[in-house]
């Protein structure tokens, strides 16, 4: 699975496209891949009400990615499934390596 379309370099930083699905038995990230969309799935437990399911998002990534949440931020989509998240400090390769690792 390629995910290489759904990460831009930034320099300094990448952004991310993610489909979110929130409200699900189990938390799973990457979950896949959509190909159409490009962009990558991540199931969250959390209910997407008053940015929990935002707040499991940036946790889930910081966790995956072994950064801390202060280097992510969502920077579109913060009320729809399809957001943009930015992480800061995390290099284009290393995350195409740990994503596809």
């Known amino acids: ?3 290489q379309n759904a990460l831009k370099d930034k320099g300094d930083s990448i952004t991310i496209e ?6 699900s038995r189990k938390a799973s990230f990457p ?3 959509n190909q ?12 997407a ?3 929990k399911a935002n ?11 072994k950064i ?4 992510i931020a969502i920077r579109s989509g913060a009320r729809s499934s399809k957001k943009t998240v930015e ?11 740990m994503l596809e690792g």
């Open 49 to 51: 009400q008053k940015g």
């Open 1 to 3: 699975m390629s995910f």
């Open 31 to 33: 979950e896949g891949y």
């Open 68 to 71: 801390n949440t202060a280097s």
């Open 55 to 65: 707040e499991e998002l940036i946790n889930s990534l910081a966790d995956f990615f």
């Open 36 to 47: 159409w969309r490009q962009r990558i799935e991540i199931k969250l437990t959390a209910a």
């Open 87 to 97: 992480i800061k400090g995390l290099e284009y390769d290393e995350a195409v390596r």
């Open 18 to 23: 993610l489909e979110v699905t929130p409200g």
